[in-house]
């Protein structure tokens, strides 16, 4: 029963006997961070790479799609700029992605790393599909089987992450990417923001516009980084990229601060929210597991596959959303 395994889990926890592998982990990661601070090469990018086109950007830097010249091999580099980023925090975000990424569905370095004098940079599995932020149409969303087939991959790779001790606490649809044009393979990847479960950040901070987003929950606004970093915190935000995925908005603007003492009435109550009546009871169970407000209640990935296969969407909802997305596809064929 899943309570029971919650419980277990939080007994392990309590009793340290899931220690040994954050410690484990997490002090191989310092190992290999060690390592490879020793042996950085200086390297140019286009004498090795040929650049092809630009796959995203952010605070961090960017990431560009190349071939390597000399096996044609297309992958992605990421470039972090020497002047706004620690050379740690890159380290430790190459080799966690290099160490610790062997499940399929996270995106994976691939053993090349350097610096510029302007930039650091590794290279990691290429996504050619783009990122599930740009599948998800604005007050449409997606289709209801891509959304679980989506759901059913960050699933296992959460669960993967999680078993070894980390938390990637930056899930959304940016940092989901595809492999394919229908999500039968898509990778959670950006690791800036890794934490291990005793709280230690193995990247950059979390920025304070985090605190008010619908992917933040409400433990960490009340907290402000004074506690340590639970796997619930990736299971809030995987509710919130689902419900998003199903209809393109968010449930709240922002994440409010629930009294954990009250969490009870307040998950009773989400059912009958207007934001989700759209939804069958069974996808109101996958919610309220996922966005419980008390964390040592709230459901995990390895929970929720319980939920997948049946219908999500009420029919009512399905046949409007068909028909706002075939209004919407003809306007972008006619040019409007």
């Known amino acids: 029963e899943p309570g029971s395994r919650r419980e277990e889990s939080e007994q392990r926890r309590d009793t340290g006997q899931d220690g040994g592998t954050v410690y484990e982990a997490t002090k191989l990661l310092d190992e290999l961070c060690l390592l490879s601070a020793q042996s950085l090469p200086l390297m140019d990018t286009s004498e090795h790479f040929q650049v092809l086109k630009l796959l995203g950007e952010g605070s961090y830097g960017r990431v560009m799609l190349v071939l390597h010249r000399k096996n044609g091999s297309p992958m992605a580099l990421k470039f972090f700029p020497r002047e706004s980023t620690r050379l740690l925090s890159f380290l430790q975000e190459y080799n966690f992605s290099l160490s610790f990424c062997s499940h399929p569905s996270l995106t994976r370095a691939l053993g090349i790393v350097y610096s510029t004098p302007s930039h650091y940079i590794f290279a990691q599995q290429a996504s050619l599909f783009g990122d599930l932020y740009d599948l998800i149409q604005p007050e449409v969303g997606l289709e209801e089987e891509l959304c679980q087939r989506v759901v059913s991959q960050l699933c296992g790779a959460l669960s993967h992450l999680h078993s070894l001790g980390f938390v990637h606490r930056d899930v959304k649809p940016e940092n989901i990417f595809l492999c394919d044009a229908t999500c039968h393979w898509v990778k959670l990847g950006d690791f800036g923001k890794v934490s291990s479960r005793s ?62 003492v009250e969490g009870a009435v307040v998950k009773k109550r989400m059912a009958a929210a207007p934001q989700f009546t759209c939804f069958t009871p069974l996808a109101c169970s996958f919610f309220q597991s996922l966005l419980d407000p008390r964390p040592h209640i709230r459901g995990g990935p390895e929970d929720v596959l319980r939920f997948l296969g049946g219908d999500w969407l009420m029919e009512k909802e399905k046949m409007r959303l068909e028909k706002e997305r075939k209004r919407k596809q003809k306007q972008h064929s006619e040019g409007i």
């Open 199 to 260: 709280g230690v950040f193995l990247g950059s901070t979390v920025p304070e516009v985090w605190y008010s987003s619908p992917y933040c929950p409400p433990e960490a606004e009340v907290a402000r980084g004074n506690q340590d970093i639970e796997p619930g915190t990736d299971s809030w935000a995987l509710g919130i990229l689902t419900y998003a995925m199903l209809t393109g908005t968010h449930p709240w603007a922002e994440t409010s601060s629930v009294d954990p």
